[in-house]
């Protein structure tokens, strides 16, 4: 399997996230399964895959909040062809603050993070719950109050104040595969073996539908 693995930097970036430690962590992970390909330049890499089309795009990224509209129009396309087309993406943590100006990246995530809405009680020890009904015991931040498109199949959530909030989730975007995993907040995570679990859960569906 072809793997393009793209971590943020730049405008891509934010102050309360490792994006390099990440992408360090997770790329031996993803070499498991195939051959990665690692690079910070998001919006070249958006904008060429229709043409280069990995098998599994891997998104690690912020937002730096400049007042600007990213990602640029042909990312935009590459991205939404890519997907539409039948590609695989496997988008990550932060990623849901990722693209805030470009109101069609809720649609091709399934979600995302609302500034007015969406917060993450403090960091710490934390129980997930699988969609299978097995819970995962790590140490993590838990996005809470994330915007959910209609119709995502929820693979994992965590409870808060009495309710349920989806932290993974799965849809189809054209005749392409979306998964969104929450978790993951420092490089560190990636060691965990409950928190790789779950990855090992969405890998494999990415890999099987």
């Known amino acids: 399997m072809t ?17 390099g430690g990440m992408g360090a962590a997770l790329a031996p992970l993803l070499a498991l399964r195939g051959e990665v390909a690692a690079s910070e330049q998001v919006e070249a890499t958006l904008a060429a895959l229709p043409s280069s089309h990995p098998e599994l795009l891997v998104l690690c990224l912020g937002d730096d909040g400049a007042d600007r509209e ?3 129009l042909a990312a935009r396309d590459g991205l939404s062809r890519y997907l539409h087309e039948g590609g695989r993406m496997l988008a990550l943590h932060a ?8 109101p069609q990246w809720q649609q091709l995530l399934g979600g995302r993070w609302l ?25 993590d931040e838990l996005y ?10 929820v693979l994992a959530w965590h409870e808060w104040q009495g309710q349920q909030h989806p932290l993974s989730w799965v849809h189809r ?7 969104f995993d ?7 995570s ?3 073996a409950d928190r790789l679990r779950l990855l090992k859960v969405e890998l494999d569906l990415l890999q099987r539908r």
């Open 3 to 19: 793997i393009a693995l793209l971590t943020g930097a730049e405008a891509f970036s934010d102050p309360w996230h490792d994006f």
């Open 70 to 72: 990213t990602p640029n």
């Open 95 to 102: 990623t849901a603050t990722a693209f805030p100006r470009w």
């Open 115 to 139: 500034p007015e809405q969406s917060f993450h009680p403090p960091f710490g020890p934390a129980v997930i719950t699988l969609a299978d009904g097995r819970t995962l015991d790590l140490n």
């Open 144 to 153: 809470t109050d994330l915007l959910v498109e209609p119709g995502v199949e």
């Open 173 to 179: 975007v054209g005749d392409g595969l979306v998964v």
């Open 182 to 188: 929450a978790l993951g907040h420092l490089p560190d």
């Open 190 to 192: 990636y060691h965990h």
